[in-house]
């Protein structure tokens, strides 16, 4: 098993709940609440550990709320290391109106950075690089940090031997595929903000992915469909793997299970093609926790056999990264 390292920039205090009706100018009371440590590459490491597998996660935490965040952290994963922040660790809310059943989701603005910090993060990352292994850089970047840190990051791991991996969007994902990484996983938003084109069709997806492909931009590009699955595309070619179906209680972690799922696999130098559905099957699991939950491995195991996984008949590209 290769190392595995993430870095979240900007994590969140996820706050989830529940109300029977969401409505304006009353005070609503809310059943329970829970709390968890959230944040791109910190869900990834969390999901990571509940598979069976070990990561590090390189995180910003800073201020009252980043004291809760980082005892709720190091409660549940051994790996966790703080990069200290003078601004406070940001807070999100998830909220579930229980007449519907409809999903609320509030995320408040992150703290700012100052230069020195965001230089100082890019010498722990490089410390924390090791040669044939996997970084991923998942999530939002802060204020103050630069559109191009993500494209940083990737050339700090392409000169150290480490697959680069990234899940972000806007600026920081157009920069990062400028740089040229190991794999991305946007979601068709993500994607068509990228790219400009509709994507409507299978033959506008393919061609958006041959076309990173073409341009050095990734070796590797997973694109998120949602309930219709992800779309694989590779040097051996583009593949299809159908998601199986679930009653969805929550969407949050869903895309962070996907890209732990997919990584640990091929971490493990598992091919493309059963990393590929042990993604979907991860991403599919995810949905059916409540609030912010993360995915529970022995769902995962179940709808990962139900795609086909660990069979004789298997579809897909059975490359090694």
């Known amino acids: 098993m290769q190392p595995i390292v993430t870095l979240t920039m900007n994590p969140a205090l996820d706050v989830s709940t529940s109300v029977d009706e969401v409505v304006s100018k009353h005070k609503l009371r809310c059943s329970g609440g829970r709390f968890d440590p959230g944040g791109g590459g910190v869900n990834v490491a969390r999901v990571i550990e509940r598979l069976g597998g070990e990561a590090t996660a390189l995180y910003a935490v800073g201020g009252p709320m980043g ?5 709720l952290l190091e409660a549940e994963l051994d790996g966790a290391q703080p990069i200290e922040i ?3 660790t940001r807070q999100s809310f998830n909220v579930t109106e229980d007449s519907t059943g409809k999903e ?23 410390e924390a690089l090791s040669d044939g292994g996997y970084l991923v850089v998942s999530g939002s970047l802060p204020e103050g940090v630069p559109d191009d840190f993500t494209a940083r990051v990737a050339r700090l791991a392409k000169q150290a031997g480490t697959r680069c991996v990234v899940d ?3 600026a920081s994902l157009e920069a990062a595929l400028d740089e040229g990484v190991f794999l991305v ?23 958006a992915l041959q076309k990173i492909l073409d341009a050095g931009g990734s070796e590797i590009v997973a694109l998120s469909l ?4 992800a779309l694989f595309a590779s040097s051996e070619g583009v593949f299809h793997v159908p998601s ?7 969407a949050v972690g869903a895309g962070d299970s996907f890209v732990a799922a997919l990584v640990l696999r091929l971490a493990a130098e598992e091919s493309l093609g059963d990393a590929a559905r042990y993604a979907v099957a991860a991403g599919a699991a995810a949905l059916l ?10 769902d995962v195991e179940r709808l990962f056999r139900e795609t086909g996984g660990e069979d004789n008949d298997r579809s897909g590209p059975d490359d090694r990264p």
């Open 289 to 298: 926790s409540e609030g912010t939950v993360m995915c529970r491995a022995e």
């Open 226 to 229: 949602g309930g219709e699955g």
């Open 185 to 207: 996983k946007p979601n068709k938003q993500e994607l068509r903000q990228l790219t400009g084109a509709d994507l409507d069709s299978r033959e506008e997806q393919e061609a």
């Open 86 to 88: 003078e601004g406070s």
């Open 168 to 170: 972000a969007s806007g």
């Open 67 to 71: 004291d809760v965040y980082r005892g």
């Open 244 to 250: 199986p179906e679930v009653e969805a209680r929550s």
């Open 104 to 126: 609320y989701r509030f995320v408040l603005e992150g703290p700012e950075w100052q230069e020195k910090e965001w230089r100082g993060a890019l010498d722990r990352v490089e």
